[in-house]
């Protein structure tokens, strides 16, 4: 998708295939809707009143409006006028690109990013548009055995004054980029487990550093992994025959000035199958942990994103890879296990296996002397319990990487929710024959497995994100979301020096 900015005139001269302007509840039109009203004679004003009700997410396609030059005009309803935010901004150009996609349009011209809007300024509301017209272009269809022929629509335009377009073009650039990366986490979560092995995900690394010049990835295989020491990662692998691999993938930015500030390293747990171990999962649903591997397809698209911006600071991206499957290899309940770290632990549950592979990583992420670590796991079911599909869970001792994560979660419209951390639910960890347990019991069940990786991070300022309710979506709709990319970005966007 090409995205662009016109500054052309007269709004009903502007020849596009696709023309969307901006309807509120109450009648209300806004400049641009009006601008077109005026032009056809007050037919606009007269359909929205009648059929349209401008929810936000509604549209309403008119087709040739006598006076307008347009093929169509979309209006798209952004809700209450008072209440408008750029949430409403966000889900009118879903419905706008639903609508170019099903009608076979191959390009689109929107005005309402010129709309002031309370909670985001003129840049922010380009990157929003562009970053969720690029995701909505996401279809999968990899393991069909035809593909649908590919979609027509190729651009689209931000109708803007001259002064605006020069703002906006920064915050496209940035969307496009993002929802690329979103679209890159999608794939890689809905792609069959036995497509997207570790050594797939250790490929698309690959894949990634052979595309974007500033990106080197190291991909190491067992011997390497067994050669650091990390045996607790290394324990869940045992179960599997499929091998597990270690990836780093480094964004260095080409600009040497900007090499000098301390990395921030993200962390993706990556199990590309979890049927729990010997500790195994009932068969409901058991497909849903394909999508394990998220937290390392988030890795994966932000890292995709910081490059193809050349971000002006140093990102490093650590994932652990493996399966998590019963077999005569695979570690036992009770097994003690001796992680990177030095510190051993009793493994009560082998279905608790997400914290086993992150400690070792989080421990290796210490060489790189971070200004903060940040993990991404679908960790626990309890998380999702407490949050639903709405927020991810946030679990951090630092005040100030706790209020950024929140704010750029905020802004991406990517949310999270603090949940607690304190060390009065470390006790729940208490092993009778190691250092730690690798689980706490079923109360607090997120918090305790945040605390189990707290172990592990003393070194630096870290952050962990649960997203085991935000990184897919169930039912009808079944198919990785990309959070928390956006989140992701827009806290790495404001770390980065202009
Ligand atoms: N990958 C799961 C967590 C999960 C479960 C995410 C369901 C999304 C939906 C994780 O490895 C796991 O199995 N966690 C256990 C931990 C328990 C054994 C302490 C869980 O949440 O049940
Ligand atoms: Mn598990
Ligand atoms: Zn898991």
């Known amino acids: 998708m090409e995205f662009s900015t016109t500054t052309a005139g007269s709004l009903p001269l502007i020849k596009t295939p696709a023309l969307a302007v901006g309807v509120f ?236 500030a301390p990395p921030i390293v993200l962390v993706g747990k990556g199990i590309t199958f979890d049927a729990g171990g010997i500790s195994i999962k009932p068969a409901a649903a058991m497909d849903e942990m394909k999508y394990d591997m998220c937290g390392a397809a988030s890795v994966l698209g932000a890292l995709r994103a910081a490059a193809e911006l050349d971000l002006s600071r140093e990102i490093i991206g650590i994932i652990p890879s493996c399966e998590n499957l019963p077999s005569g290899t695979a570690n036992k309940p009770g097994d003690i296990v001796t992680s990177l770290s030095g510190q051993t632990i009793e493994i009560l549950n082998t279905d608790a296996e997400g914290r086993l592979i992150l400690c070792d990583a989080l421990t290796y992420a210490e060489r790189f002397k971070p200004e903060a670590v940040i993990d991404m796991a679908t960790l626990t079911g309890a998380c999702v319990v407490a949050l639903g599909h709405v927020n991810s869970g946030l679990f951090t001792r630092d005040e100030d990487l706790a209020a950024r ?53 003393g070194k630096y300022r870290w952050a962990h994100l649960d997203i085991a309710g935000t990184a897919w979506l169930q039912g009808k709709e079944k198919g990785a979301t990309g959070r928390p990319v956006p989140l992701l970005m827009q806290y790495l966007l404001a770390q980065c020096p202009a």
Not at 422 to 446: C, H, V, W
Request: hydrophobic share 45%.
């Open 405 to 457: 994560l929140l704010a750029a979660g905020r802004e991406a419209l990517d949310p999270a929710w603090r949940l607690p951390l304190e060390d009065a639910y470390q006790d729940m960890l208490k092993s009778n024959f190691a250092d730690t347990a690798n689980i706490g019991g079923r109360p607090a069940g997120a918090t305790t497995a945040a605390c189990f990786l707290s172990r592990f991070t």
């Open 25 to 260: 509840q109450d009648g209300i039109l806004s400049p641009a809707a009006d601008a077109l009203d005026r032009a056809c004679g007050g037919k606009l004003r007269a359909i929205a009143r009648a059929e349209f009700d401008a929810s936000p997410g509604s549209s309403l396609t008119l087709h040739a409006l006598e006076g307008i030059t347009a093929d169509r005009v979309i209006l798209l309803g952004l809700g209450r006028q008072p209440d408008y935010r750029a949430e409403a901004l966000a889900r009118a150009h879903q419905a706008l690109a639903s609508t170019c996609l099903k009608a076979g349009v191959s390009g689109a011209v929107t005005t309402l990013c010129a709309l002031e809007c309370p909670d985001a300024d003129l840049t922010q509301r380009a990157r929003l548009v562009a970053r969720v017209v690029t995701a909505a272009t996401y279809r999968y269809d990899t393991t069909f055995s035809t593909r649908p022929p590919a979609a027509k629509w190729r651009n689209l335009a931000l109708h803007l004054t001259r002064t605006q377009a020069a703002q906006a073009r920064a915050g496209l650039v940035q969307g496009a980029a993002i929802g690329a990366g979103v679209n890159l986490a999608r794939q890689l979560g809905d792609l069959p487990a036995n497509v997207c092995t570790p050594r797939y995900l250790g490929r698309t690394a690959k894949d990634l550093a052979r595309e974007f010049k500033t990106l080197k990835a190291e991909v190491l295989d067992q011997k390497k992994i067994e050669a650091l020491k990390m045996g607790s990662f290394l324990s869940v692998a045992r179960g599997s025959a499929e091998p597990p691999v270690f990836i780093t993938l480094r964004h260095t930015p080409s600009a040497a000035s900007a090499r000098k």
